[in-house]
C-alpha cells in the first residue's frame, strides 16, 4: 500500500528539520553560538530558501538545537537515575551528571539568549520537580533531610551547582557535588 501523502510530507519535514538540527550541532562544536543561515544550510546540505521554509532566523535554529540538547540531557540524567538503587547515591550520580553538563554551557551573548528562552524555563521546572523527587525519595529512606521541603532543596542543588560552569576542572566540580550533598544530608 502506498504511503499517503500527508506522511510522506510530514517524514520530509521531520528529516529537513534533523539535517538541519544536526548541522546546527556540528557547527556549535566547531565555532561557537555564532553561525549564519548560509553556513547550516550548506552543512546541513539544502538550499537557503528551503531552510528559510523551516526556520525563520538562525535564533529559531539555535533554540531548536537547544530544545532538543535540553531533551537529551533530561533523558541522560533518567538513565543515570535508574542505573542506581540505592537513593543516597542516586542523588549524587544525577548531581554529578548535572555539575558535568553544567561545565559546557557558553558565555557569548547567543548562549545568553538561548538560556533566558521560554523553553529553558520549562525544562528548570521539569528538572527541580525531578530533583525534588529524588531528595523526596531519600528523606522518605531517613538518609537526607526532611526538614526542609524537596522542592527547596532542589532549588538549592540547582542553585549551588550553577558553579560548576565556572570551574576549571573535574576535580573541581567533583568537590562542589561533595559539598552540595553534604548539604542535603540530615542535621546531625
Given amino acids: 500500500m502506498p504511503t499517503p501523502w500527508t506522511e510522506t510530507v510530514a517524514g520530509h519535514r521531520s528529516s529537513v528539520r534533523d539535517a538541519v538540527l544536526d548541522a546546527a550541532a556540528a557547527l556549535v562544536a566547531a565555532q561557537g553560538l555564532d553561525l ?11 538550499g537557503r530558501a ?3 521554509r523551516h526556520f525563520s532566523d ?20 533518567t538513565a543515570v537515575r ?5 537513593p543516597v547515591e542516586r542523588v549524587e550520580q544525577v548531581l554529578t551528571a548535572y555539575a558535568g553538563m553544567s561545565r559546557h554551557g557558553g558565555h557569548s551573548a547567543a548562549a545568553a539568549r538561548l538560556h533566558r528562552s521560554e523553553h529553558v524555563g520549562r525544562v528548570r521546572d521539569q528538572l527541580r520537580d525531578f530533583l525534588a523527587d529524588l531528595l523526596a525519595e531519600g528523606a522518605r529512606a531517613g538518609r537526607l ?9 532542589a532549588e538549592f542543588v540547582l542553585g549551588a551547582l550553577t558553579a560548576a560552569g565556572e570551574l576549571p576542572a ?5 568537590r562542589l557535588v561533595g559539598v552540595t550533598m553534604a548539604g542535603l544530608r540530615p542535621p546531625a
Fill in 58 to 77: 538562525v535564533d529559531a535554529v539555535l533554540t531548536a538545537w537547544h530544545e532538543r540538547q535540553i531533551g537529551s540531557h533530561l533523558q541522560h540524567l
Fill in 82 to 86: 535508574d542505573r542506581v538503587q540505592d
Fill in 50 to 52: 528551503t531552510l528559510y
Fill in 145 to 153: 533531610r526532611d526538614d526542609v521541603p524537596p522542592a527547596e532543596l
Fill in 36 to 46: 549564519t543561515m548560509s553556513q547550516v544550510a550548506e552543512r546541513a546540505g539544502i
Fill in 170 to 174: 573535574t576535580a573541581a566540580v567533583q
